[in-house]
């Protein structure tokens, strides 16, 4: 991925942010935002669903996990998310 950011939020943008930014064992990133047309939120973007299992997370809580991953993504989250669901795991938690 180039340094330049995409117009608008997607699965595979946020996918190779975190690949660069986590080194994850595990990353799956879904795109929701189908299941959730028709609600007030859907205008406003995109919903997203992430699994992602790396090393950075070991011992760390899941507030300190979540952030990380808020982080990675910061750039994009003004790009269209509008809704972020995440399981962030350390290896041997899955």
Same mark, same amino acid.
């Given at each position: 991925?180039?340094?330049? #950011?995409?117009?608008?939020?997607? !699965?595979? !943008?946020?996918?190779? +942010?975190?690949?660069?930014? #986590?080194?994850? /064992?595990?990353?799956? +990133?879904?795109?929701? /935002?189908? *299941?959730?047309?028709?609600?007030?939120? !859907?205008?406003?973007? /995109?919903?997203? /669903?992430?699994?992602? +299992?790396?090393?950075?997370?070991?011992?760390? *809580?899941?507030?300190?996990?979540?952030? #990380?991953?808020?982080?990675?993504?910061?750039?994009?989250?003004?790009?269209?998310?509008? !809704?972020?669901?995440?399981?962030?795991?350390?290896?041997?938690? +899955?």
């Amino acid at each position: 991925m180039t340094n330049a #950011l995409p117009t608008h939020a997607t !699965a595979a !943008a946020l996918e190779a +942010v975190l690949q660069a930014a #986590l080194q994850p /064992s595990a990353l799956v +990133v879904q795109d929701d /935002s189908a *299941s959730h047309a028709g609600h007030a939120g !859907a205008r406003e973007g /995109s919903h997203f /669903s992430v699994r992602v +299992v790396s090393e950075s997370f070991t011992g760390l *809580s899941r507030i300190a996990r979540h952030r #990380l991953v808020y982080d990675a993504l910061g750039p994009l989250m003004s790009r269209g998310i509008h !809704a972020l669901a995440l399981d962030a795991r350390a290896p041997g938690e +899955v």
